[in-house]
């Protein structure tokens, strides 16, 4: 970029169309607010300070974005769009060398490398301000463009404003703006809310600015998805799948297989290596990894997850803050909850849960089991059924199984307890003291056999009916 710009980020309205009591710019797209969306473009556009006005809901907006080196500025109540740049006013000018981009919070499709093409068109012709613009086969109720002869734009006007041949014009405004602020710092003073809503429209800045000899241009960008404003939940759920698609195709891109782009899920913060598969139905949220070779899905959600490489996850998993290394296999049907460790190999079967339980290299525990506050060394085996009894409704307590135990099926381990390595527990048992290393544990109701009861039973039946008779 030629020179520094600034930002300011409108985030104030009410939002009234989204028929929501939540503010407008909180709702989410791919897994962050929209609002989340424009400031990473802002951002990674270098663009600095960047000032948000905030209104509706103003504190929870502020609180979802603290310490994130924003300058925040209250507009109440929100009397419009260019009102909210009026009240922005002080934040910018003390920075008044500095080329002043005005963004609308609910456009969340916005590239950063479209505002830097933004910019870099606004310095190079020295206009007084430059907008966003796009041409629109349904322009809507979006903001028309009206050009003068040469090309420069004469003014904006309001869809509910505009005469009908006005709104025949397909070239909309986006709802981004750049402005020389000792240009606009006189004519901000003199809008005037004299429209079909009664608002301060910051559109009529172009107006103002043209009436005093000043030039304003416009740069088209030729992605009409760019443009998406979100003033509905319908346009929230288009501006989401748009932006699933973009994130997807992006990855596709950089050799990740994706098999059903239409129902992949990928956050912002996701990672995911060359040659990763994702198959259909798969979210990844937060910051999870996946790696080279891994295999995730159908039907699984991951998040804040790492994913070792040729690691596999299968069908209907749910996983959250773990770690799976490399080459083990998870699911069909398996929870993993926070703070799990699944070290090399290791295998977790289905309907098997683990809470803060490390699984050691090559260990399994293939069906039917809970697994929480455990420890398990590399190559036990865990048998159907396992449960371990962490909590006595008071405490949790831990349980630990050395490395090559062997658990039987249906044992439940009452912690805090111990099995040593290499240690054999039978099938059934109820385990409440420590097992050394190389012990047989058997704690069941030992088995009794009575041969010939059934006949017996049957001819004590029959003399009991033949004494009634
Ligand atoms: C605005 C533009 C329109 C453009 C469209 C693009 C105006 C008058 N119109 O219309 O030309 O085509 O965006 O999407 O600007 N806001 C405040 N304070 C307020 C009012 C709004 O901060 O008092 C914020 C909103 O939170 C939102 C943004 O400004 O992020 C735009 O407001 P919105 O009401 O959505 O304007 P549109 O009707 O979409
Ligand atoms: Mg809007």
């Known amino acids: 970029m030629a020179r520094t710009a600034q930002a300011v980020i409108l985030a104030a309205g009410r939002g009234t169309r989204m028929k929501s009591a939540r503010a407008k710019v909180l709702h989410q797209a791919l897994g962050v607010p929209m609002l989340e969306h424009v400031l990473r473009s802002a951002q990674s556009a270098g663009l600095d300070p960047v000032t948000v006005v905030v209104g509706h809901q103003a504190d929870a907006v502020q609180a979802a974005f603290a310490g994130r080196g924003l300058v925040f500025v209250r507009q109440e109540p929100q009397r419009g769009t260019g009102h909210a740049l009026q009240v922005a006013r002080e934040a910018f000018e003390a920075q008044a060398d500095r080329t002043l981009l005005v963004i609308n919070g609910d456009v969340p499709l916005l590239r950063p490398q479209t505002l830097e093409a933004l910019l870099e068109t606004h310095v190079s012709s020295g206009a007084a301000a430059t907008i966003l613009t796009v041409d629109l086969d349904?322009?809507?109720?979006?903001?028309?463009?009206?050009?003068?002869?040469?090309g420069q734009v004469r003014a904006i006007v309001e869809a509910r404003d505009a005469s009908e041949a006005e709104r025949q014009v397909r070239e909309i405004n986006v709802g981004i703006y750049v402005?020389?602020?000792?240009?606009?710092?006189p004519v901000l003073a003199d809008l005037r809310p004299q429209n079909a809503q009664g608002e301060f429209y910051l559109t009529d800045l172009v107006g103002l600015l043209r009436a005093q000899g000043h030039t304003v241009r416009a740069v088209k960008t030729p992605d009409p998805m760019e443009a998406l404003g979100v003033n509905s939940l319908g346009e929230l759920a288009e501006a989401s799948r748009?932006?699933?698609?973009?994130r997807v195709a992006d990855l596709m891109a950089a050799g990740v297989v994706v098999e059903d782009p239409a129902t992949t899920h990928v956050g912002l913060d996701v990672t995911v290596e060359a040659d990763a598969v994702l198959r259909p139905f798969t979210l990844l949220e937060g910051r999870t990894h996946v790696s080279a070779g891994a295999m995730v899905g159908p039907f699984a959600r991951l998040t804040d997850m790492r994913i070792?490489?040729?690691?596999?996850?299968?069908?209907?998993c749910l996983l959250r803050e773990s770690v799976v290394e490399a080459g083990a296999v998870i699911g069909p049907f398996a929870h993993?909850?926070?703070?799990?460790?699944?070290?090399?190999?290791a295998k977790v079967g289905n309907f098997v849960e683990l809470k803060k339980t490390r699984l050691g290299e090559g260990a399994k525990a293939p069906h039917l089991s809970y697994l929480g506050d455990a420890t398990i060394g590399a190559a036990a085996n865990i048998g159907a059924g396992t449960i371990t009894c962490n909590y006595d409704g008071h405490t949790k307590s831990p349980t630990q199984i050395g490395a090559g135990a062997f658990v039987g099926s249906d044992v439940t381990l009452v912690a805090p307890v111990t099995i040593g390595e290499g240690a054999y527990v039978g099938a059934g048992s109820v385990i409440t003291d420590d097992v050394p290393a190389g012990a047989l544990a058997l704690g069941r109701g030992r088995q009794v056999v009575k041969p010939g009861w059934a006949e017996e039973r049957a001819r004590a039946r029959e003399k009991e009916r033949a004494g009634k008779r």
């Open 138 to 150: 349904d322009p809507g109720a979006y903001g028309r463009v009206l050009r003068e002869p040469d």
């Open 179 to 185: 402005f020389e602020v000792p240009l606009l710092l």
């Open 242 to 246: 748009l932006l699933r698609e973009r």
């Open 308 to 316: 070792g490489a040729g690691a596999q996850v299968l069908d209907h």
């Open 336 to 345: 993993i909850r926070p703070e799990s460790h699944v070290a090399a190999r």
